[in-house]
C-alpha cells in the first residue's frame, strides 16, 4: 500500500459529460502529481501542485483544470469528455516539489471509461 | 527536453533465467534515472534510482541497473526471475533540459512462464 488514496476506481460515463476524480497524497506529502495511463500515449504528465500552488504544467488540455486544496488533497476535473479521454488516472505524492530526486508514490489509480 | 525510450514492448522469459530490460534517454545535461514496476491493478512502485555516484544501482526484488553515460543508457537487470515478477516496467528520467517531472517510457511487459 502506496498510502495514496485515489476514487473512484472505476468511473464510466457518456461523452460531453464532466467528472471529478479525487486524490489523497501520502500523509506529510506536499505534491501531488497527476498522470494520464492509456495504450497509445503512454504514462503522460498532466499537471502537479505543491503545497496547495500549481508548480509544473504537462499535456493537459484545456478541458480539464485541477487544484489542490489546504487539506493537501488534490481534485482533477475532465470535462466535455471525449471517448479519447478514456485512460488510467493516476495521481502520485511526493514529499517535496521540484527536486527531480525524489520517490513518487503511486495510487492505484481511477479506470475512466468514456462511452 | 528530455525522453526515455523503452526498447523492447514485451520480454518473454523463463523461470530462473536471466533477464535485461533495456532503457535509453536522451538528455543533454546530467539527468536522474529511476525504474518502475506496476503490478496488475496496482499503481507504480519504484525499483531503484540513481542519482550520482556508483554507476550499478542495486534496488528492491534483486533487480540492479547499470547507468552508462556514453551510452545513454539505464538497462535493469535481474539474475533469475521469478513468476511474482511479470509485470510492466517502466524507465523513468527527470532534471534533463531542466525539467525536474520525470518523464516515463512506455513500459516494458516482463512476462515470465513456468
Known amino acids: 500500500d502506496s498510502g495514496v488514496t485515489q476514487t473512484p476506481k472505476h468511473l464510466i460515463t457518456a461523452t460531453g459529460q464532466r467528472v471529478t476524480l479525487r486524490c489523497s497524497p501520502r500523509?506529510?506529502?506536499?505534491?501531488v502529481y497527476w498522470y494520464q495511463q492509456s495504450l497509445d500515449q503512454g504514462l503522460q504528465f498532466l499537471i502537479q501542485?505543491?503545497?496547495?500552488?500549481?508548480?509544473a504544467k504537462g499535456n493537459i488540455l484545456e478541458r480539464f483544470s485541477a487544484q489542490q486544496f489546504p487539506d493537501l488533497h488534490s481534485e482533477l476535473n475532465l470535462s466535455s469528455l471525449e471517448l479519447g479521454d478514456s485512460a488510467l488516472y493516476f495521481c502520485?505524492?511526493?514529499?517535496?516539489?521540484?527536486?527531480?530526486?525524489?520517490?513518487?508514490?503511486f495510487g492505484s489509480g481511477t479506470q475512466l471509461s468514456v462511452l | 527536453a528530455q525522453s526515455v525510450t523503452q526498447l523492447d514492448s514485451q520480454v518473454p522469459v523463463f523461470e530462473e533465467a536471466p533477464v535485461e530490460l533495456r532503457c535509453n534517454y536522451s538528455?543533454?545535461?546530467?539527468?536522474?534515472l529511476f525504474w518502475y514496476v506496476q503490478y496488475p491493478n496496482q499503481g507504480l512502485q519504484l525499483l531503484l534510482k540513481y542519482l550520482s555516484g556508483s554507476t550499478l544501482v542495486k534496488g528492491i526484488n534483486g533487480f540492479e541497473a547499470e547507468f552508462n553515460k556514453s551510452q545513454t543508457s539505464f538497462h535493469l537487470r535481474k539474475p533469475s526471475v521469478h513468476i511474482s515478477d511479470t509485470a510492466e516496467y517502466f524507465c523513468?528520467?527527470?532534471?534533463?533540459?531542466?525539467?525536474?517531472?520525470?518523464?516515463f517510457g512506455r513500459g516494458t511487459s516482463l512476462i515470465v512462464h513456468p
Open positions: 501542485y505543491y503545497n496547495g500552488e500549481e508548480r
Open positions: 523513468a528520467v527527470s532534471k534533463g533540459g531542466g525539467s525536474y517531472i520525470p518523464t
Open positions: 500523509s506529510g506529502d506536499l505534491s
Open positions: 502520485a505524492s511526493s514529499v517535496g516539489g521540484a527536486g527531480g530526486n525524489e520517490k513518487l508514490f
Open positions: 538528455s543533454s545535461v546530467s539527468v536522474y
